[in-house]
């Protein structure tokens, strides 16, 4: 059991960085239901597990998490039909942090997402990009790249938008705020 | 984390037994989904629970419970409406076994349901009930009288036709068939 509050950024890459041989973990995962709460399952390799979070402030939110049986699993995932995503994780240090990218596969095909999380708003303000990263948009704060959304409405032209928003000067935050 | 097999029996009784001062637990649940398997949170005391359950082999399912934070219960119960109930439940033993009489309130009012868990079927085939339960209806089979079942679909009419059966010649094992 683990209860925690996120503080995270999470930015769209136009291309993947040099993954080489890194490791990575085929994520499943689907949604009972989401909006201001939330209650997902999740297949990680051998491992699954059952998630609730909750809206809290600004870029921050409860979650509770328990690993279940396979069998449990199973037993829930027809009834997340139509809210579902499947994507490659790729997670290694880079500095004092941990980065986590995010290779969508599926519906979802072509969107890739860097994510990374805080210990405090502090260090979240301080964090500056790697090289690799150049181009990429911020989408921390835009509720439509959040896995819930994407489960359940898929891209809907977003990447279009995002690369037309590229070529346009950019606010100095790279928040997408349209 | 637990995981196990249930082995139980199950009688709706026509009065509950003298109950004096026995402590008791109340207990409100509620389904996200429920049929061949399904998925219940519920709060007893301050303490609050998530469940899965799947249908296993006949009178035996696969269960899975964990202790989840209030905030968590709260986030969940919202999406339950509809597929709710309350009760209070009285726990004690007598000779080795552990009884549980549940006294339904709410739209189940007026429904008393004793059940107990065994460790083999064995031992579930030799139980013999105590006296103070004579009249006792056995309904370990009959699926309109699970928790997931009473929460969605209420009483309609069960007690009356329990009650009518009682006056007539019960078939010596007292499941109730129809």
Redesign the interface.
């Known amino acids: ?1 683990k ?1 925690r509050k996120e503080i995270e950024r999470k930015w769209v890459l136009a291309a993947p960085p040099p993954l080489d041989d890194k490791p990575f973990d085929e994520i499943r995962q689907g949604y ?2 989401s909006g ?2 939330e ?1 997902r399952v999740r297949r990680t390799g051998n491992h699954c597990f ?1 998630t ?3 809206e809290g402030t600004k870029a921050a939110r ?1 979650e ?1 998490e ?4 396979e ?2 699993f199973d ?2 995932w027809p ?1 997340t039909k139509g809210r579902r995503l499947r994507k490659r994780r790729y997670s290694w240090r880079e500095g004092r942090h941990k980065l986590e990218l995010d290779i969508y596969e599926g519906k979802l095909e072509g969107l890739i997402v860097l994510e990374t999380e805080f210990r405090s708003t502090k260090s979240r303000d301080r964090f500056v990009l790697p090289d690799w990263a150049a181009g990429a948009i911020e989408v921390t704060e835009d509720p439509r790249f959040r896995n819930e959304s994407l489960a359940q409405h898929g891209l809907r032209g977003l990447r279009r938008r995002l690369q037309k928003r590229e070529k346009e000067p950019r606010p100095e935050v790279g928040v997408v705020t349209e």
Do not use: S, T
Request: hydrophobic fraction near 65%.
């Open positions: 059991m209860k009972l239901f201001a709460a209650l059952i609730v979070k909750r409860d509770w328990n690993e279940i049986p069998w449990a037993a829930i009834e």
